[in-house]
């Protein structure tokens, strides 16, 4: 899967989110920057994510995705 491909459905999945996804075909680098994240822990920040591609790492489809998850605002920060 070509990492447009994951992006276009993780954009789908994650709407009200911004979503980039760069990778290899194989290995993927995942960032989403959403307002969905405020308050959660990091964990249940990155299971959000992964909850919407799932069945793609259940199948093998996707083998390794990083996840880097932001509220806006740690996005603003983190880009500074």
């Given at each position: 899967m070509q990492p447009e491909a994951l992006q276009e459905i993780l954009q789908e999945k994650l709407s009200d989110?911004?979503?980039?996804?760069?990778?290899?075909?194989?290995?993927?680098?995942?960032?989403?920057?959403?307002?969905?994240?405020?308050?959660?822990?990091?964990?249940?920040?990155q299971?959000?994510?992964?909850?919407?591609?799932?069945?793609?790492?259940?199948?093998g489809t996707v083998h390794a995705v990083s996840i880097k998850t932001y509220t806006p605002d740690e996005w603003a920060a983190a880009n500074k």
């Open positions: 989110c911004e979503v980039r996804v760069e990778g290899d075909g194989y290995h993927y680098q995942v960032v989403a920057v959403g307002e969905r994240f405020a308050g959660l822990s990091p964990v249940k920040k299971q959000t994510v992964y909850s919407c591609i799932h069945d793609l790492i259940a199948d």
